[in-house]
């Protein structure tokens, strides 16, 4: 795989105390297999979609119990300068620079709206080896209560281009690096409920949203939003048995034009 630019997504993860629990959650409703568990890295498991990993599990280490949520991870080549970064930016590291093995390094962040995400510097291990198919990584949009502060952060952190959707009742900006857009940005307003906080929220594709979203409530997770058709394909947001929240996307269904964007 090509090395990926600075700021792109490029892994995700999530801690569930019930390990086996996620993985028959996540086995019925995005198709995935699983690895064996890594018991010198915390039983990390890896999660595959026909065979090619796109994103992993892990049970949290002592003292981390608690709700479980998806961690998305940017590329970096050098975590040590990008976490540099994050503090001068004004958001907070909450784990320095780890090198994993040879896998790669790894960082977790916080940034000022208190959104948690982590930064991958790769090493034989470097990221998603699919996206954009079924049971893969899509796209992710980091939910924040302060977009005044996320945002010169995210400029700050990563080379990239702003553009603000013209559209006076949402808040939403996107960011590119050159060209496709690889990262949105939603403002979190009144219908989150205040105990909820800023997150990353990572998009699986599915085949079929609406038989996606069927599975996943059968299986005990909630509807938070959808399923609707937009110009980039049907989705839905959902928070799995576990908590974690995630939205799944029909990326050939699609309705409409795309919004319109300016350049900030």
């Not at 390094?105 to 709206?113: H, K, Q, V, Y």
């Not at 959104?115 to 510097?121: C, D, L, P, S």
């Not at 808040?171 to 979190?188: I, N």
């Not at 576990?242 to 964007?261: C, K, M, R, W, Y």
Request: with cysteine; glycine share 12%; net charge negative.
């Amino acid at each position: 795989m090509a090395v990926q630019p600075e700021g792109t997504p490029i892994w995700a993860d999530a801690m569930f105390t019930d390990l086996e629990g996620a993985k028959r959650f996540y086995g019925e409703v995005l198709g995935w297999t699983f690895g064996e568990s890594a018991a010198e890295y915390g039983s990390y498991t890896q999660a595959y979609a026909d065979g090619r990993a796109v994103a992993a599990v892990v049970p949290p280490m002592p003292g981390q119990e608690g709700q479980s949520r998806w961690c998305l991870y940017f590329a970096s080549p050098d975590a040590s300068a990008a976490a540099a970064r994050v503090t001068e930016a004004g958001g907070e590291v909450l784990l320095e620079p780890m090198r994993v093995g040879d896998f790669g390094t790894m960082c977790l962040a916080r940034e000022p709206g208190g959104a948690v995400f982590g930064i991958w510097q790769g090493g034989v291990h470097e990221g998603f080896e699919a996206v954009a198919v079924p049971g893969a990584y899509c796209w992710a949009e980091v939910y924040t209560r302060d977009p005044e502060r996320t945002d010169p952060f995210l400029t700050s952190l990563f080379p990239y281009r702003m553009k603000r959707m013209d559209d006076e009742g949402v808040d939403f900006a996107v960011f590119d690096l050159g060209q496709d857009p690889v990262l949105g940005r939603m403002r979190m307003t009144g219908e989150f409920p205040p105990e909820v906080p800023s997150y990353v929220n990572v998009y699986f594709t599915v085949p079929d949203c609406d038989v996606a979203v069927a599975r996943a409530v059968e299986l005990g997770a909630v509807l938070r939003f959808g399923p609707m058709t937009s110009p980039f394909g049907r989705f839905a947001a959902l928070s799995d048995p576990q908590g974690a929240n995630f939205s799944v996307i029909d990326v050939t269904t699609t309705e409409g034009d795309g919004p319109a964007l300016t350049e900030v």
